[in-house]
Nanobody, 126 residues
Framework: QVRLVESGGGLVQAGGSLRLSCAVS????????VAWFRQAPGKDREFVAT????????KYQDSVMGRFAISRDNGQRTVHLQMNSLKPEDTATYFC???????????????????WGQGTQVTVSS
């Protein structure tokens, strides 16, 4: 019902920046949660950031606080993840996801999300 397409990944040196985009189509609600997750080789899928479609209920993984920012462009129906001060440990495939409105204030578990994009690769060189 909700389709998501990520873009913006690439290769960047440590300390650099990337801005990921997730184009969203389909029905969304103010309380729809959108999120970024990432998965590195040999590791579980990890929560990165989430927000409600209306911009409320923003939450970040501790390791990215102060470096990453999630936002939404209303006109383009696009969710962004601005990533600054990138570290090699940020290297992963990044996925955007969307979840129907739920009672829980912050959705940080992959199983809570209903729709996923295909992912975009981010590689941070040392």
């Amino acid at each position: 019902q909700v389709r998501l397409v990520e873009s913006g990944g690439g290769l960047v040196q440590a300390g650099g920046s990337l801005r990921l985009s997730c184009a969203v189509s389909g029905r969304t609600f103010s309380a729809t949660s959108v999120a970024w997750f990432r998965q590195a080789p040999g590791k579980d899928r990890e929560f990165v950031a989430t927000m409600r479609w209306n911009g409320d209920n923003i939450k970040y993984q501790d390791s990215v606080m102060g470096r990453f920012a999630i936002s939404r462009d209303n006109g383009q129906r696009t969710v962004h993840l601005q990533m600054n001060s990138l570290k090699p440990e940020d290297t992963a495939t990044y996925f955007c996801a969307a979840a129907l409105p739920r009672l829980k204030s912050y959705l940080t578990l992959a199983r809570e999300y209903d729709d996923w994009g295909q992912g975009t690769q981010v590689t941070v060189s040392s």
